[in-house]
């Protein structure tokens, strides 16, 4: 067999990266080669996006980007995979005639016959959720050239219903991983250098398997994550609040290689919007977690996502976000304007009622705020002493090395003859809005 190259790009979270990963293995047991350059590959694969309209739209115009590639290779297949071929589903080949290929994330061990399908001219398309599949039997193929830092799938969809989310409808019903395989793609991380694994899923908080009368959840699955190598760190993403478990706290404490940051998403500080959100948490609730947090583990770093503009969210509401994330301090923050998406309970029931002009201000009220507390958290670690794990050569000198804190923050250093996937100490002496500066010491 001749082998052919598929060239795939991935768009929104680190779910879709991970993902990403399956898909090339899966390809790779059916002749494909994963190649970086599109302009060679006779299969082109768009992993895509639904959170926002923002996501979708920027994957409509890659797609009118790339379309001249088909005129000039007419024999190339170009396929559409991920959340948004599972929310557009057929209709996505109707807006665009490219695109001959559909899988939705349950699908993909399906896409050598929807290859198949596609090459002999039809339009193939699987977009089934399923009840089961977690790819656990399937070795991703790690694309990323750093070779420091990866991410395990532990868990796919989601049971949460918040009111504004797609995910739910685009990834089907939550299922956990078996945690055995799990902790074997660790191992296997590790032989092959990796020095960092981040434990992916919706809410990884609400993972758990059983198997004859014996269950795991996460605070084990991660003790058992932590307990591989001590030298491998352990992140995982993403928890929510209402699930975030005093027990988990202690498991972090507990184990230093579990990386001392916790992205805890608040989308709002307004429990009246939190209560239409269907978050199943209030303020004062979540203010709780984070005081849990800041007395277990108190070295550990708090990133939050904010939505603003929710449906019917009034001044009042937003200025309780705004004293939410001033009272939590939090180090990073993820910020979106609320985007109605079409099939969700808000779109279903709720008016996306706050006009343009208003959520666009309110969302730059909040990174303002944002800019101020991040350089405060920087700020708080000059003189201070870190572990940092060395990822790369720094972007701006080939002198200078960048890595990670465990807090997750970037700090940049004299290279002083250490290589990426080391452990350093370093002190850091400045900082700019995004990165600590220091040395190792
Ligand atoms: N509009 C804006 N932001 C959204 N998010 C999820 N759905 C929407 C939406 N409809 C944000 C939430 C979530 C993050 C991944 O994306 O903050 O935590
Ligand atoms: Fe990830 Fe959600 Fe975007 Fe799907 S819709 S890629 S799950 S962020």
């Keep these: 067999m001749i082998d052919k190259k598929v060239y795939i790009e991935t768009y929104g979270c680190q779910m879709n ?15 494909y080669k994963h190649t970086g350059n599109i302009g060679e590959a006779e299969l082109i694969l768009i992993n895509t996006c639904s959170i926002r309209d923002n996501a979708e739209q920027r994957i409509w115009g890659r797609l009118k980007a790339i379309s001249h590639l088909k005129k000039k290779k007419p024999g190339i297949i170009i396929g559409l995979i991920g959340c948004m071929a599972e929310r557009l589903k057929e209709s996505v080949m109707e807006k665009e005639d490219i695109v001959s290929l559909l899988a939705g994330p349950d699908a993909y061990r399906d896409l050598p016959s929807l290859i198949a399908e596609a090459e002999s001219g039809n339009k193939a398309v699987n977009v089934l959720l399923s009840r089961e599949e977690t790819y656990a039997d399937i070795s991703p193929v790690r694309m990323d050239s750093k070779g420091v830092t990866s991410f ?7 049971n949460n219903m918040c009111a504004y989310c797609v995910v739910p409808y685009v990834r089907g019903a939550e299922r956990s991983r078996e945690p055995g395989s799990i902790i074997s793609e660790i191992k296997n991380l590790r032989d092959k250098g990796y020095r960092e694994v981040t434990l992916l899923g919706q ?3 609400s993972y758990l398997y059983s198997e004859e009368g014996h269950s795991v959840s996460f605070p084990g699955l991660l003790e058992k994550a932590a307990l591989v190598d001590p030298l491998i760190r352990i992140r995982y993403s993403t928890s929510h609040p209402k699930d975030l478990s005093d027990e988990l706290l202690h498991v972090m404490a507990q184990y230093p290689n579990i990386c001392r940051h916790i992205h805890l998403p608040a989308q709002s500080g307004s429990s009246r919007v939190l209560k239409l959100m269907n978050r199943e948490y209030s303020r004062e609730w979540y203010m709780k977690r984070i005081s849990a947090i800041r007395s277990i583990i108190p070295d550990c770093a708090i990133s939050t996502d904010i939505i603003a503009g929710f449906c019917t969210e009034t001044e009042e509401d937003h200025n309780e976000t705004l004293s939410l994330m001033e009272w939590a301090g939090y180090d990073f923050a993820y910020m979106f304007k609320y985007s109605e998406r079409p099939g969700t309970k808000a779109a ?3 008016k996306d009622d706050v006009p343009d002009d208003v959520k666009t201000r309110r969302l730059n009220e909040i990174i303002a705020l944002q800019n101020k507390l991040s350089a405060r958290s920087k700020k708080q670690d000059v003189g201070r002493v870190f572990e940092v794990l060395i990822e790369d050569r720094s972007k701006r000198s080939e002198s200078r090395l960048s890595g990670r804190t465990s807090q997750n923050k970037v700090a940049v250093f004299p290279a002083e003859g250490r290589k990426k996937g080391e452990y350093v100490n370093v002190k850091i002496e400045g900082c700019t809005p995004a990165t600590l500066l220091g040395k190792i010491i």
Excluded at 17 to 26: F, L, P, T
Excluded at 152 to 158: A, D, F, Q, T
């Design 17 to 31: 990266v991970a993902d990403s990963e399956v898909v090339v293995s899966i390809l790779k047991d059916h002749g």
């Design 152 to 158: 395990v799938s532990i868990m796919r969809g989601c």
């Design 203 to 205: 809410n990884v908080n």
């Design 348 to 350: 279903r029931k709720l």
